[in-house]
């Protein structure tokens, strides 16, 4: 991949990680509710989810997807499934911050596990229409069939991923200043 393509592509991926999304709220919301250090496992989770997306998109599975109206409807519905299912949860459980601790992080005992966090993140993403849709339109527009896929792909994922990190990790320390605010 020469530079300006890789420019090109550095600034298309910066435009879809500033642009809001379930990934960006889940990681505002870990970081208002646990603080940065804890949602760490939550920024890991959502930087899998997205290159779980770039691999699919990669090996082409994400064009056949788009191909399927069934799958795709599928694959959205899962994901507004799911995000249904973390607002229930998070609205129903003791961890949410009430009104009158506003603040405050939650704390040990209620802060879900680590794994669970990063789970969380994982599936965010990976159900997340907007990323799929990104990958699968986008992606193909940066790779040059005259140079070895699988190192397009590498430049490609460490750019996507560096890039989502520390987007997540700026608004997850947005959420606890937030917090620390009240």
């Given at each position: 991949m020469d530079i300006h393509?890789?420019?090109?592509?550095l600034i298309a991926s910066i435009l879809i990680a500033i642009s809001p999304g379930s990934g960006a709220v889940l990681a505002m919301s870990h970081g208002l509710s646990?603080?940065?250090k804890r949602t760490q496992a939550t920024i890991?989770?959502?930087?899998a989810g997205l290159l779980m997306?770039?691999?699919?998109a990669g090996a082409g599975v994400g064009s056949l997807l788009l191909a399927s109206e069934?799958?795709?409807s599928i694959v959205k519905t899962l994901g507004a499934t799911y995000l249904i299912y973390i607002g229930?949860?998070?609205w129903r459980s003791s961890d949410a911050i009430m009104p009158d601790d506003v603040g405050a992080l939650a704390n040990e005992a209620s802060v879900p596990s680590p794994r669970k966090r990063c789970l969380t993140g994982l599936l965010t993403n990976a159900t997340n229409p907007k990323g799929i849709?990104?990958?699968?339109?986008?992606?193909p527009q940066f790779i040059s069939q005259s140079r070895p896929l699988w190192l397009q792909l590498l430049v490609i994922a460490v750019t996507t991923l560096a890039g989502g990190h520390r987007g997540d990790a700026r608004l997850c320390i947005c959420g606890q200043q937030a917090a620390n605010a009240v």
């Amino acid at each position: 991949m020469d530079i300006h393509t890789w420019t090109a592509y550095l600034i298309a991926s910066i435009l879809i990680a500033i642009s809001p999304g379930s990934g960006a709220v889940l990681a505002m919301s870990h970081g208002l509710s646990y603080g940065v250090k804890r949602t760490q496992a939550t920024i890991v989770g959502l930087q899998a989810g997205l290159l779980m997306i770039l691999l699919v998109a990669g090996a082409g599975v994400g064009s056949l997807l788009l191909a399927s109206e069934l799958a795709f409807s599928i694959v959205k519905t899962l994901g507004a499934t799911y995000l249904i299912y973390i607002g229930w949860s998070q609205w129903r459980s003791s961890d949410a911050i009430m009104p009158d601790d506003v603040g405050a992080l939650a704390n040990e005992a209620s802060v879900p596990s680590p794994r669970k966090r990063c789970l969380t993140g994982l599936l965010t993403n990976a159900t997340n229409p907007k990323g799929i849709l990104f990958m699968v339109a986008v992606l193909p527009q940066f790779i040059s069939q005259s140079r070895p896929l699988w190192l397009q792909l590498l430049v490609i994922a460490v750019t996507t991923l560096a890039g989502g990190h520390r987007g997540d990790a700026r608004l997850c320390i947005c959420g606890q200043q937030a917090a620390n605010a009240v």
